[in-house]
């Protein structure tokens, strides 16, 4: 069992496409888990995840902050609390809006990347 406070788990700058965003690897292959990983984004007022898209899902729970995520369809409003499923193939990019940290878990499955 891993048991650990996120900030003890070093950020990491999350380059390729992004702006003024950082990664937490909270739970990772590393810890034993065998299946998921789980990450905390952190998303500075005006930065951005990278557009992209790949063959795995991803479910993204927002704990704090203003965003928005963009799709193909156009973008879909986030806040504290917002619940995102992000399906495989699909277009996306987390954009903060607010004046805040948009702070975010999202887990994936483990894939070979």
């Not at 003890?8 to 299946?35: F, K």
């Not at 806040?79 to 699909?90: L, Q």
């Amino acid at each position: 069992m891993k048991v650990v406070h996120s900030d003890e788990v070093p950020a990491d700058v999350v380059e390729q496409g992004a702006e003024g965003t950082t990664i937490r690897w909270l739970i990772a292959r590393d810890d034993g888990a065998p299946n998921f990983a789980m990450r905390l984004f952190e998303v500075a007022p005006g930065g951005c995840t990278p557009r992209h898209q790949h063959d795995w899902e991803h479910e993204v729970f927002i704990l704090s902050g203003e965003g928005v995520v963009r799709t193909a369809d156009g973008d879909a409003a986030l806040t504290g609390g917002s619940a995102v499923f992000v399906a495989p193939s699909d277009d996306h990019q987390f954009r903060n809006t607010g004046a805040e940290p948009l702070r975010m878990l999202c887990m994936i499955p483990h894939v070979d990347q």
